[in-house]
């Protein structure tokens, strides 16, 4: 039977009723059928990869999976954790394999070559199956990534009591497809360093929660921490320090571990905005480099702008933005293009003697700039990715296929998209994790963050991606992400201030809507949030508690009006 066809078959029979106490999956699945039976994983529980040739980051998967189901030993969250679950398991049937296949004639690629292709290509759909009598459990997919995407799914389903570990919701059928094809999670790692560890455990947690986009913004005003081969002093001048730098297989490493993880890197070099640091090398090419008052002339300290009306600028930003491009498998590039104060060029000598020797407005500048800049990434194959600044404050000349970003203002989609651009959702006063933690900046001790209040989990929960837009337009929404911008953080935060909230954003666009057809909702998810975030904590994330432990054992007795 097809793939697609089956999945109808089985969206048509998806039960309405989901049955009581907490269902761990996180994000819900498109369709989801389950029964009341208990049924054990066996001690001699194994995986069945029936696909030839299967390439080796599936075989890691597999064994990915094969830990966490040995080793997650999650107790159910209800009060005794799963001790009044014992007459039930003492009859229960065992299950001792699941079997994985592909649909026919699926090529079996790496999930690192599937995850990185062009969005709207991907395969990340799947079904499972797991039957209530021990007979095995199936796993089939188009593609290896809908496998790891199953997988991850599979994983949630169990818990543990006793040396055993189960469900009692067998029989289990999902069928399960991503309502959007961008999920993402953007992380500075400028402002403060992150180590390598660090980010690799991050990107584990998005896996677990089907995030499939890694936004790293990995420059900015204050340090410059990647290392380039053509350029390695803007490293060695713009790091914090030797040990602080993201080296060239650093960066390979952990595009190559997120893309087995189902995850593509879209890095981000910010321009010509919020690169004060390069000045530290190239102080030819930045303009009001480190001037005061900051505030006159940059969004946060220190200020200082690429010099972008400049040829020799120009020429520099496109040979930077292509050399590192090149280096990445990600189709997607982002250059930033946000926070441009144009203070900084009133009275810069250089930026004024070039626009006044060719006639050109700062504005015109800005878009020779782009378009070149924009034109040496589309030569290496890359589709650019901006802020939108670009298309509402500047009428930049954009590629039609520019994808933009929205982060001022969730209201702020709908101008874009009338122009007729692709979107992702980032908006600011839904999305950004930093919000809420008061003023950074020194000798201002009344002060709030810009962007206060705290964006909580559920807050985030209520965005509406098609808010605003007509029918027509909803094919240019993607997706969208949830942020860390790092003023305030670090690795010692990085877990409790993203984990679980950044789990808010991958349900909204990878499930849309519950299996019922129903709207996503706070109540009906908030149980399931917190089987996610107690899993997280099982697996060495240090996810900060959503409640206290007596209300995550009794669903919705902590709700306002309970």
């Known amino acids: 039977m097809a793939f697609s066809r089956y999945l109808g078959l089985l969206a048509l029979v998806a039960g309405c009723l989901l049955p009581s106490g907490v269902l761990a999956l996180w994000p819900i699945p498109t369709t989801l059928q389950t029964g009341m039976t208990a049924l054990k994983i066996s001690p001699t529980f194994y995986f069945d990869v029936q696909i030839e040739g299967a390439p080796a980051d599936l075989g890691d998967a597999v064994a990915q999976s094969q830990y966490y189901l040995e080793n997650d030993k999650l107790g159910r969250l209800v009060v005794g954790r799963g001790a009044n679950d014992t007459t039930a398991l003492a009859s229960a049937m065992t299950l001792s394999k699941l079997t994985l296949s592909l649909t026919s004639g699926a090529t079996a690629e790496p999930i690192s070559s599937e995850a990185v292709k062009p969005l709207g290509t991907r395969s990340e759909e799947y079904a499972l199956t797991i039957p209530a009598d021990g007979s095995a459990a199936t796993l089939t997919a188009n593609s290896t990534l809908g496998l790891y995407r199953g997988l991850t799914t599979f994983n949630q389903l169990f818990y543990y009591y006793g040396g055993v570990t189960y469900t009692l919701l067998a029989p289990i059928a999902i069928t399960d497809t991503p309502a959007y094809p961008f999920r993402g999670l953007e992380l500075d790692t400028s402002r403060n360093y992150y180590p390598v560890s660090d980010i690799l455990r991050t990107l584990d947690a998005m896996s677990w929660v089907k995030i499939n986009t890694f936004h790293w913004h990995i420059t900015d005003s204050q340090s410059f921490p990647l290392e380039v081969a053509q350029y390695p002093e803007l490293a060695i001048n713009g790091a914090y320090s030797p040990q602080e730098v993201y080296t060239a297989s650093d960066v390979q490493y952990i595009v190559q571990y997120a893309a087995s993880r189902g995850i593509d890197v879209m890095m ?74 144009t203070n900084c060029y009133a009275d810069d000598y250089l930026t004024q003697q070039q626009l006044n020797s060719t006639g050109m407005t700062l504005n015109g500048a800005l878009d020779t700039f782009t378009q070149i800049t924009h034109g040496a990434l589309i030569a290496e194959g890359k589709t650019p990715v901006v802020w939108e600044e670009m298309v509402l404050n500047w009428n930049i000349t954009l590629s039609n296929e520019t994808i933009v970003m929205i982060w001022i203002s969730s209201a702020d989609a709908a101008a874009v998209v009338e122009r007729g651009f692709r979107i992702v959702h980032a908006p600011s006063n839904y999305f950004y994790l930093d919000c809420g933690a008061g003023e950074w900046l020194g000798d201002d001790p009344a002060g709030n963050s810009w962007c206060d209040p705290f964006k909580t989990w559920s807050e985030a929960y209520t965005f509406d991606p098609l808010a605003n837009l007509t029918e027509a337009q909803y094919q240019l929404v993607l997706g969208g992400e949830q942020l860390l911008w790092s003023e305030q953080s670090g690795p010692q935060n990085v877990d409790p201030i993203v984990w679980p909230r950044a789990a808010s954003s991958a349900e909204i666009f990878w499930s849309g809507k519950q299996p019922t057809g129903a709207a996503l909702n706070v109540t009906e998810a908030l149980p399931r949030l917190h089987d996610v975030r107690y899993r997280m904590v099982q697996r060495g994330v240090n996810a900060i508690p959503l409640q206290p432990h007596w209300c995550a054992l009794r669903p919705d007795a902590c709700d306002l009006n309970a």
């Open 268 to 341: 981000e070099i910010d321009t010509p905005g919020h690169t004060a640091i390069i000045g530290a090398t190239y102080p030819e090419y930045v303009a009001c480099f480190d001037a005061r008052p900051w505030s006159d002339f940059a969004n946060e300290p220190p200020a200082g702008q690429l010099r972008f009306a400049l040829p020799e600028v120009v020429n520099f930003t496109a040979s930077l933005l292509t050399n590192v491009a090149k280096t990445l498998p990600s189709y997607y590039f982002s250059t930033g293009g946000d926070e441009l104060n």
